[in-house]
């Protein structure tokens, strides 16, 4: 039995030591080890100068690496920023004008809210009510006018998100994957506010590993401003982890919804938006009513809720398919969560990863902007040696190149369904089905399928 529990507990056995005592029992124990049967080598045998020198060079070179990859991002980060925040400005990337949000949506939307009510009658206005707070922040910048203040703002939310990959401790993969594969968006990023949400849903990830409730509260900020943040906390290990972040999570949205259904009208009004919406051209379900279209059948499109999409034949069987299809996924992260039994530190980085994916790809709606969440939870995943979503962070990177393709640079030949249209939009989803099915079956896999 002595043996047994010493094997257990990684010691040494009586074999090794047969005086039938560990040395951490021999020096901790004064009542059966006095100084006469106390071990030396409890403290520890005397480390050579010539090893402790070059122990302190191996640290000091380890050290003079890690600062030598962080200037590295930081220089490819301030690069690449610079290049996107000129693509935005410049805006002569295809056909879409992608900072007229910035210039003209956001800005309607702060005065409305600056006159205490959310916008009214608005069909573009699809978002939870504190999405409310990011189009005020500006504000806080009297001395820009709205479109730099909103810039500055993002950038900073951005360079947030760069700084939690990159703290001490973690793989510095993951701040490369946010650095570049960012870029790969172009201009798309820093012209819509979901760089605020993934900032939010970034912190909930890292912060939750230690701080259960810390990461319940930046997710249900997140769930405020976009719905899927809350999807962070699915992957929390069951037991007193996961009630203290669902608790957090409830008890900060609740205070702060009611703090803005008291501050301001028409707080719930987005529902009668969001629920109307129909198929978007670059979903899953767009991209098979594209090819019908292509091949005769009677389906256009037009702009609806802020958006292209698809009217005519087979449309109401696409939604429906659809909805199916996102009930079908919450079905399996149910049953993932019921089966899983082994967690390690990456697990709620990979299982939040999966979760978006899921509702991404039966989405009736995958704006381009979607890509900046998956890239944003990718990069939380790498930050851990453990993760299992590697391969997947690979398909997302090339998801993105394409999306760029997609929106805004080919965005005219999708709308009219051209080969290249259809074949961009094909490729595209296909690599983010690919990266859904690789992503489920890497989770399922590691926590929740019997090992052999």
């Not at 690449?80 to 910035?102: C, F, H, K, P, W």
């Not at 701040?175 to 506010?193: D, V």
């Not at 290249?420 to 399922?444: E, Q």
Request: proline residues 6%.
């Amino acid at each position: 039995m002595t043996q047994q529990k010493a094997g257990l507990l990684g010691g040494a056995s009586p074999e090794e030591h047969p005086h039938g005592a560990t040395p951490d029992r021999a020096v901790s124990d004064p009542a059966t080890a006095g100084p006469a049967t106390a071990d030396p080598a409890a403290s520890g045998p005397a480390v050579p100068r010539p090893a402790r020198a070059a122990g302190l060079r191996e640290a000091w070179a380890a050290s003079w690496s890690t600062r030598k990859s962080l200037a590295a991002i930081w220089t490819v980060w301030v690069l690449t920023r610079i290049g996107m925040v000129y693509l935005l400005v410049q805006d002569d990337i295809g056909v879409s004008n992608v900072s007229a949000e910035v210039e003209y949506l956001y800005p309607l939307w702060s005065e409305r809210l600056t006159d205490g009510s959310y916008p009214v009658g608005d069909v573009t206005w699809q978002y939870p009510p504190g999405a409310g707070l990011l189009f005020l922040f500006p504000s806080l910048l009297p001395f820009l006018d709205y479109f730099a203040a909103f810039l500055v703002l993002t950038l900073a939310a951005d360079a947030v998100v760069t700084l939690a990959l990159a703290r001490p401790g973690r793989r510095l993969a993951g701040a490369w994957l946010w650095t570049a594969g960012l870029a790969l968006l172009l201009n798309l990023p820093h012209g819509r506010f979901d760089i605020q949400v993934t900032a939010l849903a970034v912190l909930a990830l890292l912060a939750g590993r230690r701080h259960p409730r810390a990461g319940g509260a930046f997710a249900a900020l997140g769930a405020l401003v976009k719905v899927w943040p809350l999807l962070t906390l699915v992957g929390t290990e069951r037991g007193r982890t996961s009630r203290n972040a669902w608790r957090s999570a409830a008890v900060t949205a609740g205070a702060l919804l009611a703090f803005l259904a008291l501050a301001f009208r028409h707080s719930f009004d987005f529902l009668l938006q969001q629920g109307a919406r129909g198929v978007q051209i670059e979903s899953m379900g767009g991209t098979a009513l594209s090819l019908m279209r292509a091949s005769g059948m009677p389906i256009g499109i037009e702009v609806r809720y802020g958006a292209i999409e698809f009217v005519g034949a087979h449309v109401a069987t696409v939604t429906q398919l659809s909805l199916m299809a996102t009930a079908a996924a919450f079905g399996w992260l149910m049953l993932w969560r019921g089966r899983a039994s082994r967690w390690t530190e990456a697990t709620p980085f990979d299982a939040a990863l999966t979760a978006i994916l899921l509702f991404t790809v039966t989405s009736r709606v995958i704006s381009p902007q979607y890509m900046v969440w998956l890239l944003g939870l990718a990069a939380v995943c790498l930050t851990s040696r453990l993760t299992t979503q590697r391969p997947v962070a690979w398909l997302l990177l090339a998801a993105s190149a394409v999306t760029a393709l997609v929106f805004p640079t080919y965005y005219q030949e999708v709308m009219l369904g051209t080969t290249l249209g259809n074949t961009l939009m094909v490729v595209r989803n296909s690599l983010l089905l690919a990266a859904t099915l690789v992503s489920c079956h890497h989770l399922w896999r590691a926590t929740a399928e019997d090992p052999a």
